[in-house]
């Protein structure tokens, strides 16, 4: 190779890693701390007592301390008595009429 065309090259990549440079060092750069950031979760606890287990349907019902009552699939070790504690999720609206059962898992034995 002609080493002018070596310096030319070089100088060409010099001014091009020297624009590059110049156009990150001049953005502006706004850097958020997550930790100051409100959390906008659809997620909350909800516990009740098993008030209804049909086999048939796989399907468990309970009822929670305000009276409401939630369903949910899979009867396996599930009796008329125990406690459910469950994660819920808002869906985003402010009624609790169409929130959702997420997990359930076994929380005590009653009678």
Known sequence: MN???DIIVFI????LILAFG?????????????????????LYGRSGRIIKVDYANALVTFE??????????GTEDWA??????????????TTIY???IISSTYEAWGN
């Open 80 to 93: 008329i008595g125990d406690w459910v504690a469950c994660v819920m999720d808002t869906q985003g609206t």
């Open 64 to 73: 929670d301390s305000n009276g409401n009552t939630w369903s949910f699939n």
């Open 98 to 100: 169409d929130d959702i």
């Open 22 to 42: 110049w156009f990150i060092a001049t953005q502006e750069v706004t850097i958020v701390d997550p930790s100051t950031q409100p959390v906008q979760s659809t």
């Open 3 to 5: 080493s002018k065309f």
């Open 12 to 15: 060409f990549g010099l001014v």
